[in-house]
């Protein structure tokens, strides 16, 4: 059984940082993609960053793009997501993902585990 635990969201102004962590479960965790998620309230559930295996190769969204920051460290199960130079928009729930699918940006219905979430609030 694979299991995701988000940590780090809270509240912030406009224009600070917040680091997310994702720890997961499992032995196999150097060979899944992992990916960032968010949630705004009635709005889907939209894509915001992805990095390979290995690490090596990283994907954004374009409304975070050069402001957030994915990294991996095998070793210890855990993918982080920095966060800076927030915005009000960037408010949302956000979710750690795994995927088992080899590609550079895995389609959402390819991710076959999820963290619970974690609440991200940024403040004009």
């Known amino acids: 059984q694979v299991q995701l635990v988000e940590s780090g969201g809270g509240l912030v102004q406009a224009g600070g940082s917040l680091r997310l962590t994702c720890v997961a479960s499992g032995r196999t965790f150097s060979t899944w993609t992992m990916g960032w998620f968010r949630q705004a309230p009635g709005k889907e559930r939209e894509f915001v960053a992805c990095?390979?295996?290995?690490?090596?190769?990283?994907d954004y969204a374009d409304s975070v793009k050069g402001r957030f920051t994915i990294s991996k460290d095998n070793a210890k199960n855990t993918v982080y997501l920095q966060m800076n130079s927030l915005k009000p928009e960037d408010t949302a729930v956000y979710y750690c993902?795994?995927?088992?699918?080899?590609?550079?940006?895995?389609?959402?219905?390819?991710?076959?585990?999820w963290g619970q979430g974690t609440q991200v609030s940024v403040s004009s």
């Open positions: 990095i390979s295996r290995s690490g090596g190769t990283t």
């Open positions: 993902a795994a995927s088992t699918v080899r590609a550079l940006r895995p389609a959402r219905a390819d991710y076959a585990y």
